[in-house]
């Protein structure tokens, strides 16, 4: 599709650095620096790098679609882009240089934590050809063993936190949604549909460009903070330490965590330290290995930590983004209607479910009716990638408008119909209610989480010439170090369906059967925590360290020509 001449592109890359300009400059005083080329227009529009020599190379043509952006006023702040760069593979090193000259010097060392991500965990497996547990060892041994990390956890005990606390805060929405008038003045506060709040790249781009659209959003944290809070607030105390000796760093498949864990939100003014210290991606971690000279194919494994009592690998159920669409269907079922659900009858539409997909593989309502009803009574849908994202925030702010007096009848909870799509059949839709969504579990990135933007590429086979083994002075094998952008080209040369047939591989790793399913309501030591350490499901305590909110963002004057526009101008 074409694009509207008001639509500015200024940048393309997935990451920005503070040496890129941005449309919503924040007094940030750059250095010059000699070594960087610069890139000059000629008189017909054609791009050439200079370098400091002079000399030139044209540049080719970018090009860039729906799925690509976000419309969101360059994406993110000079001041922002400073607090990411912050985060690299590098700073982690940094901090483990720091905690060796302590040690010489007789001084207490930081504690290292490093949380790893399930998806980060699928996608080194689909590249290298290995088992996600085996994965796991092997970077607990680079980790631990070889750089001197004091623990490795998996995220996925963090997420069984997060779809407990998420569970919980969608039925207390749908319980006042379809109680009488004294519940109004919450339901306003906290609407349906509810809407998935664990993607950092969704919620920046709904506060800064859809701030009606907040309410509606999950206070719960993301796995990664909830990690961050369990790491800072839970470990360091079993530790005996506080808060600020730790370091924390967040293995993830996605840049846009790096600025989730830079919100104020989530630092402690008291201890001057943040949740999460460091966010590095998959590729990154990819990068650390090959600037060890090691490979992670034949780099030995480690056991388990002895905290993975707390903190062992496991994978959600449901989709690779963490599986809450599954478990909330299935929690608000047995808590609302007395229904048991299980994993296989949400994915499969059996017991009560029906699964209607949509018109694109990253767009499917799923939707339960109790035994007798004569219409769904839960109506929850996927909503993946901006192009479905897009046409759900529009969908909801018309239906807002339309029904802002609407109430419930016959104890169902009355929502936006925020999709009134056409389907196959009466039985599907649900009649005249149809399209009625109460949760969307949204997502920025097509396919989700196993797709982020930092995780592995696929590899080409001229990706596999460039990259062949070598060996060092020593005679140990060692792959090449090939670099990220030859990756990400050979990448985009592969094509969608290759694209598609290798996100299909990441997903499988991630539900292999070595992964064992964990559900949060068979974790026990998810309800140790809460008697022990949050003094309760339902304490401010466990208020304050599992729940966040979030900010509208003002749309800055951006000092640009005047025939020139902003992001938030594209019309599309």
């Known amino acids: 599709m074409s694009f509207s001449s008001a639509l500015v592109l200024t940048d393309l890359n997935d990451f920005i650095t503070p040496s890129q300009a941005c449309i919503k400059p924040a007094q940030v005083n750059a250095v010059p620096d000699p070594d960087v080329s610069e890139v000059k227009v000629d008189a017909k529009g054609r791009?050439?790098?200079?370098?400091?020599?002079?000399?030139?190379?044209?540049?080719?043509?970018?090009?860039?679609?729906?799925?690509d952006c976000l419309a969101c006023s360059g994406c993110i702040t000079s001041a922002e882009t400073v607090l990411i760069t912050m985060q690299s593979h590098k700073e982690l090193f940094a901090v483990l240089e720091q905690n060796r000259l302590a040690v010489e010097q007789s001084q207490p060392p930081r504690i290292v934590v490093v949380s790893v991500a399930p998806q980060s965990r699928a996608s080194l497996a689909t590249k290298y050809g290995l088992s996600t547990l085996e994965v796991h060892r092997r970077l607990m041994w680079f980790l631990k063993t070889h750089l001197g990390v004091d623990h490795v956890f998996d995220v996925a005990f963090a997420r069984d936190l997060s779809l407990v606390e998420s569970a919980r805060e969608f039925v207390r929405r749908y319980k006042a949604s379809s109680g009488q008038q004294q519940q109004q003045q919450q339901q306003r506060q906290q609407p349906l549909p509810m809407l998935a709040s664990a993607c950092p790249g969704w919620i920046c781009y709904a506060e800064k460009t859809h701030p009606f659209i907040l309410p509606h959003i999950d206070s719960t944290k993301s796995p990664q903070q909830v990690m961050g809070s369990l790491v800072k607030d839970h470990l360091a105390a079993q530790l005996g330490v506080t808060p600020d000796r730790?370091?924390?760093?967040?293995?993830?498949?996605?840049?846009?965590?790096?600025?989730?864990?830079?919100?104020?939100?989530?630092?402690?003014?008291?201890?001057?330290?943040?949740?999460?210290?460091c966010v590095i991606t998959t590729g990154e971690v990819e990068r650390m290995f090959r600037e060890q000279s090691l490979d992670i194919r034949t780099a030995p494994g480690s056991d388990l930590d002895p905290l993975d009592q707390f903190y062992k690998p496991g994978r959600s159920e449901g989709t690779s983004s963490g599986g809450y669409l599954s478990y909330i269907l299935r929690y608000a079922a047995k808590q609302l209607f007395g229904a048991d659900l299980s994993p296989s009858d949400v994915a499969n539409g059996t017991n009560g479910v029906t699964v209607v997909p949509g018109r694109n593989?990253?767009?499917?309502?799923?939707?339960?009716?109790?035994?007798?009803?004569?219409?769904?009574?839960?109506?929850?849908?996927?909503?993946?990638?901006?192009?479905?994202?897009?046409?759900?925030?529009?969908?909801?702010?018309?239906?807002?408008?339309?029904?802002?007096?609407?109430?419930?009848?016959?104890?169902?909870a009355k929502v936006a119909t925020v999709n009134p799509r056409r389907v196959r059949s009466a039985a599907a839709s649900g009649g005249a209610s149809a399209g009625r969504y109460h949760y969307v579990e949204v997502m920025a990135c097509p396919s989700g989480c196993i797709n982020g933007g930092g995780q592995l590429k696929p590899e080409t086979a001229s990706d596999a010439a460039a990259s062949a083994a070598t060996q060092d002075a020593n005679g140990t094998t060692v792959p090449a170090d090939a670099t990220e952008e030859s990756a990400t080209a050979e990448a985009s040369a592969l094509g969608v369906a290759a694209t598609k047939a290798w996100i299909a591989q990441n997903d499988d790793a991630y539900h292999s059967a070595e992964e064992q399913v964990q559900l949060p309501e068979d974790n026990a030591v998810v309800w140790r925590l809460y008697n022990d350490w949050l003094g309760g499901s339902e304490s401010s305590k466990a208020r304050t360290l599992l729940h966040t909110v979030y900010h509208a963002v003002a749309a800055e004057p951006a000092e640009v020509e005047p025939s020139a526009a902003v992001g938030l101008a594209a019309k599309w």
Do not use: W
């Open 361 to 412: 593989p990253d767009s499917t309502d799923v939707l339960f009716t109790p035994a007798g009803a004569s219409e769904p009574a839960l109506r929850f849908a996927y909503s993946y990638g901006f192009r479905n994202i897009q046409n759900l925030v529009r969908k909801v702010k018309t239906a807002n408008a339309a029904s802002a007096s609407s109430t419930a009848t016959n104890g169902v």
């Open 47 to 67: 791009a050439y790098e200079v370098t400091k020599e002079g000399t030139q190379t044209k540049l080719e043509a970018a090009t860039i679609s729906l799925n």
């Open 246 to 277: 730790m370091y924390h760093v967040a293995v993830m498949p996605c840049y846009d965590k790096k600025l989730e864990a830079s919100r104020q939100d989530f630092y402690s003014d008291m201890y001057k330290t943040r949740d999460v210290d």
